[in-house]
């Protein structure tokens, strides 16, 4: 099963609007709605922060959005903040019956 | 509050066996709304999704390691566990447990995030 493909990097300033962007197949993110977004600050475990392609969890911002077109989804953070500089991870169920996550990319807030 | 607490050796020989234990507080891992997986994370690269482990002890394990994984449960220590035999450096890495939650409806369906996970226990593989 091969990684979903995430861009290694984006960046914003703060204020600003970003989309991650994380393609897969049809036999992952194509294929069920069954992608979740991870926030990972350095040393610290990921954090859970977009689940079933647009759900929140309770407690995270409404800044952060989640979407699916296809075999492509999508997180994106609006009113950029210092503190969303992070390494951002999607992950998606696949016809193995098993999980996969993007390679991550690294978010600078400039 | 729940809490997930990896432990294990730091260091395993190459071609041992890693063998780590996720030990849970302020839940249970009985409880048929969730089941419980490894991840784990070289040191400066992505995650991988490990395996997980039900409640009636059935377990999935991620293709690319199927035949060198094993997910156990100890259900009166409220402990699950992960065996990875014939380790490489390959294997040296954070090793995160984690919950991942179940819904009813009409049945019992599987949900495919984790909404808890460990610290993470960084184990190395070298002779």
Redesign the interface.
């Known amino acids: 099963?091969s990684?979903l493909t995430q861009p290694a990097s984006v960046s914003g300033s703060p204020g600003q609007s970003i989309t991650i962007s994380c393609t897969g197949t049809t036999s992952d993110v194509g294929g069920?709605d069954?992608v979740?977004w991870?926030q990972q600050h350095p040393g610290?475990?990921?954090k859970?922060i977009i689940?079933?392609v647009s759900n929140r969890?309770s407690g995270v911002s409404n800044r952060f959005s989640g979407s699916k077109s296809g075999n492509t989804a999508s997180l994106t953070i609006s009113g950029l903040q210092a503190e969303d500089e992070a390494d951002y991870?999607c992950?998606?169920?696949t016809s193995?019956?098993?999980?996969?996550?993007?390679?991550?990319t690294k978010l600078t807030v400039l | 509050q729940l809490q997930l607490q990896e432990s294990g050796p730091g260091l395993v020989k190459p071609m041992e066996t890693l063998s780590l234990t996720c030990t849970v507080s302020g839940g249970s891992i009985s409880d048929s709304s969730y089941y419980w997986g490894w991840i784990r994370q070289p040191p400066g690269k992505g995650l991988e999704w490990l395996g997980s482990i039900y409640y009636g002890g059935s377990t999935h394990y991620t293709p690319s390691l199927r035949g060198r994984v094993t997910i156990s449960a100890d259900r009166s220590r409220n402990q699950f566990s992960l065996q990875l035999s014939s380790v490489t450096a390959a294997d040296t890495a954070l090793y995160y447990c984690a919950r991942l939650p179940r819904w009813y409806s009409g049945g019992w369906y599987d949900k495919y995030y984790f909404d808890y996970s460990g610290q993470g226990t960084l184990v190395t593989v070298s002779s």
């Open positions: 099963q990684a069920y069954s979740s991870y610290k475990a990921p859970l689940f079933d969890p991870y992950s998606s169920y193995s019956s098993s999980l996969v996550f993007g390679g991550g």
